[in-house]
T-cell receptor, first 114, second 114 residues
Framework: KQEVTQIPAALSVPEGENLVLNCSFTDSAIYNLQWFRQDPGKGLTSLLLIQSSQREQTSGRLNASLDKSSGRSTLYIAASQPGDSATYLCAVMSLPQGAQKLVFGQGTRLTINP | NAGVTQTPKFRVLKTGQSMTLLCAQDMNHEYMYWYRQDPGMGLRLIHYSVGEGTTAKGEVPDGYNVSRLKKQNFLLGLESAAPSQTSVYFC?????????????FGPGTRLLVL
């Protein structure tokens, strides 16, 4: 059974710092990995999706990497801003099984202090 | 284009009462999902559907039933609510295109069972 773990559970940093969020998964037979953002009281917004054949994806100040063999992914946020404050979730999709079922980590609650 | 909508946004139930949560999507997606999110935990899949008239169990299906009579709607039912079902419920949908951005999420329904 796939299990996804995110460390740390919460992180607070001053504005302008670069930071890294971690995600690990137990079964390396994944189809893709996705990072989501969740604002308080809101749904999830997809940030980056990395296919199993890819090593990284970039969008603006965000960079996500994937090391399938070690079961790890990182989300790098450059020059953090107060607007980046949210909970960040990673989710893995295992090999196609008729539906795109995702297994989520517990999330990292990020606070950027002005 | 509203994306994924959920009704109601918030509900309080007494133990033993029943209710139905409605999810609607206007993206013509084949797949739809119901998740629950509890404090300190990621999203867990309750039930999902790969097409109109078909449903399947996810990770935590006990105490819930679902129906997908129309492609755009996915209903989640609680026949006899229990305090353990207090949670935030998210609906999501996705297309059959596995290379795409996977799942689009609704804003969530907060359910409190007393």
């Amino acid at each position: 059974k796939q299990e996804v773990t995110q460390i740390p559970a919460a992180l607070s940093v001053p504005e302008g710092e670069n930071l890294v969020l971690n995600c690990s998964f137990t079964d390396s037979a994944i189809y893709n990995l996705q990072w989501f953002r969740q604002d308080p009281g809101k749904g999830l917004t997809s940030l980056l999706l990395i296919q199993s054949s890819q090593r990284e994806q970039t969008s603006g100040r965000l960079n996500a990497s994937l090391d399938k063999s070690s079961g790890r992914s990182t989300l790098y946020i450059a020059a953090s801003q107060p607007g980046d404050s949210a909970t960040y979730l990673c989710a893995v999709m295992s090999l196609p099984q008729g539906a795109q079922k995702l297994v989520f980590g517990q999330g990292t609650r990020l606070t950027i202090n002005p | 284009n509203a994306g994924v909508t959920q009704t109601p946004k918030f509900r309080v139930l007494k133990t033993g009462q029943s209710m139905t949560l409605l999810c609607a999507q206007d993206m013509n997606h084949e797949y739809m999902y119901w998740y629950r999110q509890d404090p300190g935990m990621g999203l867990r899949l309750i039930h999902y559907s790969v097409g109109e008239g078909t449903t399947a169990k996810g990770e935590v299906p006990d105490g819930y039933n679902v129906s997908r009579l129309k492609k755009q709607n996915f209903l989640l039912g609680l026949e006899s609510a229990a305090p353990s079902q207090t949670s935030v419920y998210f609906c999501a949908s996705s297309s059959r295109d596995r290379g795409g951005p996977t799942q689009y999420f609704g804003p969530g329904t907060r359910l409190l069972v007393l």
